[in-house]
């Protein structure tokens, strides 16, 4: 079965950190771009961090300087180090891998930044 799955998410304090791993079965993500996005209650889906298969990265500015992306293949897997984190960074976080032929959604984890 093809599937991404997430893991990482959960509950942190301001100016805490959270990683988030991305973890495809079924297929391998090294010729994939994956892209992390977010979506808040109420509010559209964002683009939070994307790594193409080259491993060039790119960033909404919200997060950069906070937020890394990066491929560990040995894993399958792709992170997402969140640090320094604030109370708008609380959303659902889903991980996409595309290329131009597919595409693949995991079903999303939670994070929440409180004190």
């Known amino acids: 079965q093809l599937q991404l799955v997430e893991s990482g998410g959960g509950l942190v304090q301001p100016g805490g950190s959270l990683r988030l791993s991305c973890a495809a079965s079924g297929f391998t993500l090294d010729t994939y771009a994956i892209g992390w996005f977010r979506q808040a209650p109420g509010k559209e889906r964002e683009l939070v961090a994307v790594?193409?298969?080259?491993?060039?990265?790119n960033y909404a500015n919200s997060v950069k300087g906070r937020f890394t992306i990066s491929r560990d293949n040995a894993n399958n897997t792709v992170r997402l180090q969140m640090n320094s984190l604030k109370p708008e960074d609380t959303a659902v976080y889903h991980c996409n891998a595309r290329t131009v032929l597919d595409t693949y959604w995991g079903q999303g984890t939670q994070v929440i930044v409180s004190s």
């Open positions: 790594i193409t298969s080259s491993s060039s990265t």
